[in-house]
């Protein structure tokens, strides 16, 4: 099976109540209802009320992919990331 590229609009949270970031992740998959399934399973995906935080699946071109994973790398909110101390 082919592969197939997406963005995914995702709300992301942990920014404090009602707070919110609208985040685009760019991602391979077999149809756009796996990357639905796999951008709800990612961390800090706000999925309270709708039981999702996915806003919009898109398939991409494998150019635009490219370039997405670029920016992904680049993005300040992706780069945090807070180590847990275990006692």
């Known amino acids: 099976m082919k592969k ?18 609208e985040v685009a992740r760019y991602v ?14 990612m961390p800090r995906v706000k999925r309270k009320r709708e039981k999702t935080g996915v806003i919009k699946v898109i398939e991409i071109s494998y150019s635009e992919y490219l370039k997405g994973q670029k920016k992904e790398a680049d993005h300040a909110y992706l780069l945090t990331y807070k ?3 275990c006692s």
């Not at 391979?28 to 399973?41: P, Q």
């Open 28 to 41: 391979t998959a077999k149809n756009c209802v796996d990357a639905l399934f796999l951008g709800n399973r």
């Open 83 to 85: 180590s847990r101390k």
């Open 4 to 21: 197939r590229y997406f963005k995914i609009l995702l709300d992301y949270g942990h920014l404090g109540n009602g707070n919110s970031l």
